[in-house]
C-alpha cells in the first residue's frame, strides 16, 4: 500500500511539472491510495500555540479535516457541516468516542491564532475531544502527503480536494470522505464501525456489548439522528422464546417415546 501511495504521488508530481497544474482525477487517486496506510506521528501546535502531537490521538478513532483560514467559502461550509455531523456522532457513540482535528496548511498564515479564530467563526470552539492545530512548512507537506491530501496555490487561494479523513485507533487511515455537505451516515457509520469494533482482549462482555451496540445504533432519516432500536432485542428474546419452546417440545417428546 505505501509503494502504491508513493507511485502515484511520483507519477501526479510528474503529470504536475512545470506548472503545478490541480487535476481532481489524479488528486482523488492519491486520495484514495492513502487508505490503509498508517498516519506517522507529527508535532504540530494548538490554538494557544502549545506543542501537540497526532499520537496523542491514538486509542480512538480520528476524523481529520485539512483547510485554510483565508477561505471564505468552502472551507467554513465543511466546517459547519462537520460540526453539526459531529454533534450527531458524538449523541450518537458518545463524547469521548473520538476526537477531531482540522489543521491548517496555509503555514504562511494558518497560525495558532488564526486557527483559534477560524474555530470561533464556525462554532467550533470550545467544543469536546476537538483540536484546531497550525504547523510549520516540512510538517504540513509530510502530513499532506501522509492523509493523501494534495494542494496546489492558485489565483483564488488554494485547489484541493474537500476532504475528510478518518482514521482508526491504530492510527491506519479507514476512510476518506469528499464533498461540502457530506451527509450524517457518511460521517457516523464508518465511525460507529471503529468505535463500536471492541477486541476481544478488552474482554468478553465489553466484546458483545459493543456489537450490540454496532447493530442496534441505527439512523433514523426523518430526524437526521441516530436512535438505540429496541425493537432489535425484541426480536432476539422472541427469536430465543421460540428456540427454547422447540427445545423443550423436543426434549418432552423424546423423553415420552423412552
Known amino acids: 500500500m505505501t509503494y502504491t501511495l508513493v507511485t502515484a504521488w511520483l507519477l501526479l508530481v510528474a503529470a504536475a511539472s512545470p506548472a503545478q497544474e490541480y487535476d481532481k482525477d489524479s ?73 477531531v482535528v482540522t489543521i491548517g496548511f496555509d503555514w504562511k498564515v494558518d497560525s495558532p491564532e488564526r486557527m483559534r479564530q477560524f ?20 510538517t504540513i507537506d509530510a502530513l499532506g502527503e501522509n492523509l493523501g491530501f494534495l494542494f496546489y496555490p492558485s489565483a483564488k487561494g488554494f485547489d484541493h480536494l474537500t476532504q475528510t479523513t478518518i482514521v482508526d485507533r491504530n492510527g491506519v487511515i479507514y476512510r476518506q470522505l469528499y464533498g461540502v455537505d457530506i451527509t450524517t451516515q457518511a460521517l457516523v457509520e464508518p465511525l460507529k464501525e471503529l468505535v463500536f469494533d471492541t477486541p476481544r482482549s478488552a474482554g468478553l462482555v465489553e466484546h458483545w456489548v459493543s456489537t450490540f451496540k454496532l447493530f442496534c445504533t441505527v439512523y433514523d432519516p426523518n430526524s437526521d439522528r441516530y436512535r438505540f432500536d429496541y425493537s432489535i432485542f425484541m426480536t432476539i428474546a422472541v427469536g430465543l422464546l421460540c428456540l427454547g419452546a422447540i427445545a423443550t417440545f423436543i426434549i418432552r417428546e423424546w423423553r415420552n417415546a423412552r
Open 119 to 138: 474555530a470561533v467563526q464556525q462554532g467550533a470552539a470550545g467544543l469536546p475531544n476537538w483540536r484546531f492545530l497550525a504547523a510549520d512548512a516540512t
Open 27 to 99: 488528486a482523488l487517486t492519491i486520495s484514495q491510495a492513502a487508505i490503509g496506510t498508517r498516519l506517522d506521528n507529527y508535532r504540530l501546535r494548538d490554538a494557544h500555540g502549545q506543542a501537540f502531537d497526532l499520537d496523542q490521538f491514538r486509542g480512538r478513532p480520528l476524523v481529520v479535516s485539512m483547510i485554510y483560514t483565508s477561505c471564505h467559502h468552502v472551507c467554513p461550509m465543511i466546517t459547519r457541516n462537520l460540526v453539526d455531523n459531529v454533534d450527531v456522532a458524538r449523541e450518537a457513540l458518545g463524547d469521548d468516542a473520538f476526537s
